[in-house]
């Protein structure tokens, strides 16, 4: 190489520090004129912007589908990637450099279809796996320890092409893979051909993965005919930047390798012509990370992990200490045996935290530029780091400064995030959602990751803007909402982000849609969604008057159709008791919602005697709360309920509903206990079994010590020691117990 057709071909190992060594010094030596790199060929404007000063490896390429789904295709870089010093090399030098590889747009359109038909395609081992077989050692041990410690030029160059031929030949990739190599081999071998018609063979590179060196060699070039037939599918590109994390291969990026920051060493080693360079540097670093710490870690013990190491080295006949022989020092030497004590330093020191940066500017979509303009006003750009930071905000005014902006920072900063949050996009995470004392505080985690910037490009066609993108997901919630919990749970949302035309869409939309066929538990959910963002609308700077005459509206719809509701078997009406506190505590939080239309439908369900005994005593506990019952009237009923006329199951049932809400009052009527006491006297053992299973349950609610109040009751009544009776109370229900608890509800207790 290179032969009387062919130009210098390269072979390397995407994120091989020792391949991207040798390929800077192989183009130093050759000085071509034109410098040809595996890589999509229709971004090749992306290299102007890959050679700022500005632009901080680790970083990548991602190309996107301009269709829905959205289709992705990432080429990360790091430092050391060859690919990206090969660029800088031609940048430098003032030289000729292109991408020869398949444009994104193919490669979007043959990964698409070949996740169709390789669905149900089983593949035994990859590759790398019979590789591993082969040699008898984890792949990349091996390749690190025959590669890249190898200075020798001729040897590494030599050696890596007899790699990939024997990659090609282990393959046993599915038919579709194979297929796709193919086709990438044909087209790059054409994209050669037209570079050799502008620069001799002698003054041009290509450099490739080692796997495609050989089948670039024997292939024959796709013709224009051929290259105007494959598929393609619309797409836009980007640069992001990227991580360590993510770019090494315990986060499923099969290109990758385990430790980036220790192969960023190993780079640093080869470029400061100190071999022992990496070894030294992460021994010592295994060291201060235990002593930052808490750890114990002395110089007698890196002093021996290094000894260590180079003893490993020796006898597998390396060059210098592998990240395995180095692993196995700090192990004994500093983790004293054991890896766990030095698991955290080897993660931090292995795989860093390290995230690259980009020059404001770079080709990116108009919602990332809106993003990455945002969180700088918003002054959250520090926080996009790898480690999680808590953000408290005071949504209130801050009148201790002078502009409007900076006194409503933190709000700006809720309506940011919470538009995040809609998108999809996971940068911040609310700790807590509906804060019932403290409307204006809200507390987020906030940490980076790349694939927020991913989920970020992948929102790029809702909209162009944050906001715009947030109304378009609203907008496609509310198309699609078939009944008014989803309408509800819009108009919750957007009035935390913020976005006052969605709330208008959304309450229009609400309004129109048939509220006869709403149920009970659907219009409390509303009512209670809505009735907060009127508590809370002022924090927010919302215009919530319009939400008046919805909520008025709904409630009265709720009071017409509760009785008839109430209906129903125990099942129901737990799910419905819920729905009913939600629309007493609407009716408390605003005085526009009419008070005596309540109470009215309150006492109406507390005495009537055809529907759950349950809800009846749930409806009665509202109004003893709110002082609706006078105690003669609440000695009435719970005579006429816990009578030995009632069956035992529905006395007991209508029991449970009533300790259901405010169980002080419950507990500070000792006429009650009374009541319930001659009650349970009254009960033969069959019907003792039925009450049994819905008092028990009224029971387990109550906390230990409203139980020890009920004992002391329940003792003066029967004449015995409270703290016996106490005892017994306190007797804790399992959750498994109390799931067969509620699971009894039909049981047949006749067959006992």
């Not at 990349?140 to 890249?148: P, Y």
């Not at 590494?156 to 990438?184: C, F, P, W």
């Not at 109304?471 to 009035?495: G, P, Y």
């Amino acid at each position: 190489m290179p032969s009387q057709n062919m130009p210098h071909l390269f072979g390397i190992r995407h994120l091989s520090p020792c391949g991207a060594y040798h390929l800077v010094k192989f183009l130093d030596s050759t000085d071509p004129d034109m410098v040809l790199i595996e890589g999509p060929s229709d971004l090749n404007h992306m290299m102007k912007d890959m050679c700022s000063p500005e632009t901080k490896p680790p970083f990548a390429i991602m190309a996107y589908s301009q269709t829905v789904p959205i289709q992705t295709i990432i080429y990360p870089m790091a430092v050391y990637s060859p690919e990206y010093q090969a660029v800088l090399w031609a940048y430098r030098h003032k030289k000729q450099c292109r991408f020869i590889d398949l444009p994104s747009g193919v490669f979007l359109a043959i990964s698409e279809e070949r996740g169709k038909d390789e669905a149900d395609e089983h593949r035994e081992k990859s590759v790398y796996q019979l590789m591993e077989e082969q040699l008898g050692e984890e792949q990349e041990v091996w390749w690190e320890r025959h590669f890249e410690h190898n200075t020798a030029d001729d040897a590494y160059r030599t050696g890596v092409y007899e790699y990939g031929k024997q990659l090609r030949d282990l393959d046993d990739s599915s038919k579709y893979h194979y297929a796709e190599n193919m086709i990438r081999e044909c087209f790059m071998k054409a994209q050669i051909e037209t570079a050799l018609s502008e620069v001799p063979a002698e003054k041009t590179v290509v450099i490739t993965g080692s796997y495609h060196t050989e089948g670039i060699k024997q292939c024959t070039a796709l013709t224009d005919d051929e290259i105007k037939k494959l598929p393609s599918i619309p797409s836009k590109s980007t640069l992001m930047p990227y991580s360590y994390y993510r770019l090494s291969s315990r986060s499923g990026y099969g290109a990758g390798n385990k430790a980036p920051q220790y192969y960023e060493l190993v780079w640093n080693s080869l470029n400061n012509n100190e071999p022992e360079y990496a070894m030294y540097n992460y021994i010592s670093a295994i060291a201060d990370y235990q002593r930052k710490n808490g750890g114990i870690t002395s110089s007698a013990e890196v002093m021996e992990a290094v000894r260590l190491a180079k003893t490993l080295a020796k006898m597998k006949e390396s060059l210098v200490p592998t990240l395995a022989d180095l692993r196995d020092s700090v192990v004994t030497c500093i983790g004293h045996g054991h890896f766990s004590e030095i698991a955290r330093a080897a993660a931090f020191n292995e795989i860093g935290r390290k995230i690259g940066s980009l020059p404001e500017g770079v080709s990116r979509t108009a919602l990332q530029e809106d993003f990455y303009g945002q969180i700088k006003l918003l002054k959250l750009d520090k926080y996009r780091t790898l480690e999680s930071h808590t953000l408290e905000l005071d949504l209130r005014e801050n009148m201790r400064v002078k502009s409007e902006k900076s006194a409503f920072l933190d709000l700006e900063r809720s309506f940011f995030l919470y538009r995040l949050f809609v998108l999809g996009i996971d940068f911040a995470v609310n700790q807590h959602k509906k804060q019932d004392k403290a409307t204006w505080s809200e507390v987020w985690n906030l940490s980076w990751t790349p694939e927020a910037e991913i989920q970020i490009v992948e929102a790029a066609l809702k909209g162009d803007t944050v906001e715009l993108a947030a109304a378009f997901v609203f907008n496609e919630r509310l198309e699609t909402s078939k009944n008014i919990d989803d309408v509800s749970a819009v108009i919750e949302l957007a009035c935390l982000c913020g976005m006052e035309k969605t709330v208008r869409s959304a309450v229009n939309v609400l309004q129109g849609i048939a509220i006869d066929t709403a149920s009970v538990v659907e219009i409390g959910n509303t009512v209670d969604n809505m009735s907060s963002s009127v508590k809370y609308g002022s924090i927010r700077k919302l215009d919530t008057d319009q939400f008046i005459p919805v909520i008025c509206q709904m409630f009265y719809r709720g009071c017409v159709i509760l009785p008839q509701s109430c209906k129903c078997d125990n099942n129901a009406a737990r799910e419905l008791i819920p729905a009913i506190a939600r629309l007493n505590q609407a009716e408390i939080d605003n005085d526009f919602i009419e008070h005596d239309e309540w109470i009215k439908v309150m006492n109406e369900i507390s005495q009537r005697d055809d529907i759950n005994t349950m809800a009846s005593g749930f409806a009665t506990a509202i109004l003893l709360e709110r002082g609706e019952i006078s105690s003669e009237k609440l000695a009435a009923e719970v005579q006429r309920r816990l009578s030995k006329g009632i069956p035992a199951d529905l006395g007991a049932s209508w029991f449970e509903g009533l300790s259901m809400k405010n169980r002080y009052a419950l507990i500070t009527r000792l006429s009650l206990w009374e009541k319930l006491s001659e009650y349970i006297d009254t009960l033969d053992d069959e019907e003792f079994k039925r009450a049994l299973v819905f008092l028990r349950r009224a029971f387990s609610v109550f906390s230990p010590n409203e139980k020890d109040e009920i004992a002391e009751n329940l003792g003066e009544i029967w004449g015995v020691n409270a703290a016996q009776v106490s005892e017994v109370l306190n007797d804790t229900v399992s959750e498994e117990q109390q799931e067969m608890l509620d699971s009894l509800d039909d049981f047949d207790f006749g067959d006992l």
